[in-house]
């Protein structure tokens, strides 16, 4: 069983920069994929980023490459959304999710765990 807690969400102007991080419970956290969706008003929720177990590889959606990245810190059980250059279509609730599936994982039927979500909203 993992626990997620979501924190770091918040109002940013466009161009700016949030982290947000998501804890999580559980002595097994290093074994599960982690990944970031999102899910604005009105629309389905939306792979972000995922981080693969094994290995620690990384893979985001198009419209974020470049300007967000991923990482986890299986000490302190936790990984970590950096959002950069963000854009007011970023707004949305962001939820962090694991999955005990192998590799790169973008659905989110295949997450078995999810956080609550932290609201982003990014003002033009």
């Known amino acids: 069983q993992v626990q997620l807690v979501e924190s770091g969400g918040g109002l940013v102007q466009a161009g700016g920069s949030l982290r947000l991080s998501c804890a999580a419970s559980g002595r097994t956290f290093r074994s599960y994929g982690m990944g970031w969706f999102r899910q604005a008003p009105g629309k389905e929720r939306a792979f972000v980023a995922t981080?693969?177990?094994?290995?620690?590889?990384?893979f985001y959606t198009d419209s974020v490459k470049g300007r967000f990245a991923i990482s986890r810190d299986n000490a302190k059980n936790t990984i970590y959304l950096q959002m950069n250059s963000l854009k007011p279509e970023d707004t949305a609730i962001y939820y962090c999710?694991?999955?005990?599936?192998?590799?790169?994982?973008?659905?989110?039927?295949?997450?078995?765990?999810w956080g609550q979500g932290t609201q982003v909203t990014v003002s033009s």
């Open positions: 999710a694991a999955t005990g599936n192998l590799g790169i994982i973008t659905r989110k039927d295949n997450y078995e765990y």
């Open positions: 981080i693969s177990w094994p290995g620690g590889r990384t």
